[in-house]
């Protein structure tokens, strides 16, 4: 956690200086954001499916990864936005406890798009010489998409991926510079429930994996 947290201190500290600076003209009801956080996922109860043979049940060892994305939004109103949300995130999957999958798994991973339509809502915060500091909560509805993992079954690796709709809970809070610009930090909270991962091959059968987990992100945005 400690490199993402040098890496967004780092991007902030660069953006500030350069907000600041812009033209302070009032911005319309439109922005978009980039986003760039840790992904911490919870190591998901699973079960494997081979061809022909019986279900058996285990999980999935990850570690922390990355996550990164964008946003478009709109402003109903000053204290309430709708956007539209899309995030990539991908961790390290250690190894399993499910029989039939390989207990090691040197090169496997957990990946996923979300693609999602948000709800926000802003409260008034407090200023600063620099910048207006906003809380804000909000939620989330969309797709799981392309929910895929890499796995070795037998010592053959095999690729296994599927869809589900997904919900998310959000929190943070967003700083508007003396200008167009806008930075934040944030949390979000992520739910696809139980996903279905079907194998590429006809041979590889199918997984299902729990998929939820927290997202820690920095942002940095621009509002026309």
């Keep these: 956690m400690n490199c993402y ?13 350069l907000c600041a600076a812009q033209s302070p003209e009032s911005p319309g009801r439109w922005y978009v954001t980039g986003s760039f956080g840790a992904s911490l996922i919870s190591d998901p109860g699973a079960s494997y499916t081979p061809p022909g043979g019986p279900l058996a049940r285990g999980s999935l060892r990850l570690g922390n990864g990355s996550m990164a994305g964008g946003s478009i939004g709109w402003h109903l109103r000053p204290d309430l936005r709708i956007e539209a949300d899309y995030n990539y995130r991908t961790n390290k999957l250690r190894s399993t406890s499910v029989p039939g999958l390989d207990a090691a798994q040197p090169d496997a991973d957990l990946a996923s798009v979300l693609i999602m339509a948000n709800v926000l809502r802003d409260f008034e915060g407090w200023n600063t010489g620099w910048a207006r500091f906003k809380p804000y909560v909000g939620v989330g509805l969309g797709v799981a998409q392309e929910v895929d993992t890499d796995l070795n079954v037998g010592g053959v690796p095999r690729e296994f991926s599927g869809n589900r709709a997904a919900w998310q809970l959000l929190a943070g809070v967003n700083w508007q510079y003396r200008s167009r610009w806008l930075a934040g930090a944030g949390l979000r909270y992520v739910d696809a429930g139980t996903v ?5 091959t006809a041979a590889g059968g199918g997984i299902r994996a729990d998929y939820k987990g927290l997202g820690l992100e920095t942002r940095v945005g621009y509002r026309f």
């Design 5 to 17: 947290a040098f890496v967004a201190a780092a991007v902030l500290a660069t953006v500030a200086p």
């Design 196 to 200: 279905r991962l079907q194998s590429t």
